[in-house]
Structures are given as structure tokens and as C-alpha cells.
């Protein structure tokens, strides 16, 4: 059972930037794809993006417009999504998970963490 922990949330100006991580319990947990993806009120979760075990990378559309990355430190069993220039619409919960292959879909996505929250004040 791979435990999921995501700090690095809170309340960030228009434009401004956060650092999430999200800390595994396993040191197997190098073999999992990482993926992010967010919750706004209202809405169903979505992808933000993901990494593979070897440090491949997919982002959603929004994501690949260069304010979002992703990484992972597997000395560490933990993976950070920087955000740089955030807006608004940003708002939701973010949570990581882990599973066998790096996909979009939360379904494929064997274990979550309890999600952090992330605001962006206009």
C-alpha cells in the first residue's frame, strides 16, 4: 500500500508561483508513473500532468503552455509540480497519485494522496 502525501499548497496572487510535492511512503514507489490532477468546486477532477519511472513527462494543453513542470526525485520518493504563473482558474484541490502507467485518466491511478489546496486571488 503506497501512502501519498502532497504539501506545498495555499493562496498565491494572480501571476505568482507555487512548488507542490508529493512524498511516498516506498522507496518501490520509483517504479510508479506520478500524475497531478485538480479539483475545482463543482467540477470533475482533472489532469494536470504526469511522469513516467524514467522522468518522461505528459501535461495537459493548458499545462504545456510552459507554466507547469514536472519532476520527480526518486532518492527521495517524491515528485514537485512547479507552477509558475498562475491564475484564477487555477483554483482547485490538487492531488497526486500513483499508478502502473502514466496516463490521463484518474481510473488508471492505483493510489491518491488527500489533496492540497491551491488559491489564486485575481
Known amino acids: 500500500q503506497v501512502q501519498l502525501v502532497e504539501s506545498g499548497g495555499g493562496l498565491v496572487q494572480a501571476g505568482g508561483s507555487l512548488r507542490l510535492s508529493c512524498a511516498a511512503s516506498e522507496r518501490t514507489v520509483y517504479r510508479y508513473a506520478m500524475g497531478w490532477f485538480r479539483q475545482a468546486p463543482g467540477k470533475e477532477r482533472e489532469f494536470v500532468a504526469s511522469i513516467n519511472w524514467s522522468g518522461g513527462t505528459t501535461y495537459a494543453a493548458d499545462s504545456k503552455k510552459g507554466r507547469f513542470t514536472l519532476s520527480r526525485d526518486n532518492t527521495k520518493n517524491t515528485v514537485y509540480l512547479q507552477m509558475n504563473s498562475l491564475k484564477p482558474e487555477d483554483t482547485a484541490v490538487y492531488y497526486c497519485?500513483?499508478?502502473?502507467?502514466?496516463?490521463?485518466?484518474?481510473?488508471?491511478?492505483?493510489?491518491w494522496g488527500q489533496g492540497t489546496q491551491v488559491t489564486v486571488s485575481s
Open positions: 497519485a500513483a499508478g502502473i502507467v502514466s496516463t490521463t485518466s484518474p481510473s488508471d491511478y492505483s493510489y
